[in-house]
T-cell receptor
Framework: QKEVEQNSGPLSVPEGAIASLNCTYSDRGSQSFFWYRQYSGKSPELIMFIYSNGDKEDGRFTAQLNKASQYVSLLIRDSQPSDSATYLC??????????FGKGTRLHILP | DAGVIQSPRHEVTEMGQEVTLRCKPISGHNSLFWYRQTMMRGLELLIY????????DSGMPEDRFSAKMPNASFSTLKIQPSEPRDSAVYFC??????????????FGPGTRLTVT
């Protein structure tokens, strides 16, 4: 099993709806996760990080970490066309290296 | 504050030539990472440094690749000789890493390398 897995998408969501992005990981010892947004032709930009079980909210973004089920998700409320991008999930493996998923392409439909 | 700085932003070279990519991390950060991104393989970690010392270079594809970090504010990634399959976007990232906890990485704008 790959260390961090994401559905590549594309995920299409109507403007104003909630976009839900998911990521699963294999290392049960992982304690923290990061979500990066990458626009086409640009570099990854950190948008959220979560260190503990449960939810963390920042504006329209909510990160959710479920250690028992080994998944982490990102919810984007009131989706905007500017949210259209690739979202990368990342977390440490047992060697403490940050491993990135391949990303989910999100397309917000105006 | 300036973010991570990379140069050049674009590089086009012929197969067999030497390519040198440069990176200046965020001031005060103690870890530096070199990544390669392609459509097929996604974002791959090539090598990372902690306090200027290479910690893990297991991602370096082969001996044609080498990286150095002579001081806390500068690093290079060299490919010699370059091959068409090295064509990719190369990102440098930096972070402030404290032992025992995960760390946020901040990426530079990347260098788009094309080897013909």
């Amino acid at each position: 099993q790959k260390e961090v897995e994401q559905n590549s998408g594309p995920l299409s969501v109507p403007e104003g709806a909630i976009a839900s992005l998911n990521c699963t990981y294999s290392d049960r010892g992982s304690q923290s996760f990061f979500w990066y947004r990458q626009y086409s032709g640009k570099s990854p930009e950190l948008i959220m990080f979560i260190y503990s079980n449960g939810d963390k909210e920042d504006g329209r973004f909510t990160a959710q970490l479920n250690k028992a089920s080994q998944y982490v998700s990102l919810l984007i409320r009131d989706s905007q066309p500017s949210d259209s991008a690739t979202y990368l999930c990342a977390g440490p493996n047992r060697d403490d290296k940050i491993i990135f998923g391949k990303g989910t392409r999100l397309h917000i439909l105006p | 504050d300036a973010g991570v700085i990379q140069s050049p932003r674009h590089e086009v070279t012929e197969m067999g030539q030497e390519v040198t990519l440069r990176c200046k991390p965020i001031s005060g950060h103690n870890s530096l990472f070199w990544y390669r991104q392609t459509m097929m393989r996604g974002l791959e970690l090539l090598i990372y440094f902690n306090n200027n010392v290479p910690i893990d270079d297991s991602g370096m594809p082969e001996d044609r690749f080498s990286a150095k970090m002579p001081n806390a504010s500068f690093s290079t990634l060299k490919i010699q000789p370059s091959e068409p399959r090295d064509s990719a976007v190369y990102f440098c990232a930096s972070s402030f890493r404290v032992s025992g906890r995960a760390y946020e990485q901040y990426f530079g704008p990347g260098t788009r390398l094309t080897v013909t």
